[in-house]
């Protein structure tokens, strides 16, 4: 169940991050972007966290960690 938390704390972070993200020439510095430099990559690596504290299986750990890094 902790599991789920993380992930959807995650999915938080990226639709926060999502409604932020502007397409220009300059840096986004207001939301997400003013605390945290990534807040797209921190999503995904709290929901990759979290999947692999619900499925709780080794190899999963091994393959997304191969498919994100």
Request: aromatic share 10%.
């Amino acid at each position: 169940m902790r599991g789920l938390w993380v992930v959807i704390i995650g999915l938080l972070v990226r639709t926060w991050a999502n409604g932020y993200a502007i397409k220009t020439e300059k840096l986004t510095t207001s939301g997400p972007y003013a605390h945290i430099r990534n807040p797209l990559y921190v999503g995904s690596f709290l929901i990759m966290t979290g999947l692999l504290i619900v499925l709780q299986v080794p190899i999963t750990i091994l393959v997304l960690s191969l498919l994100v890094f």
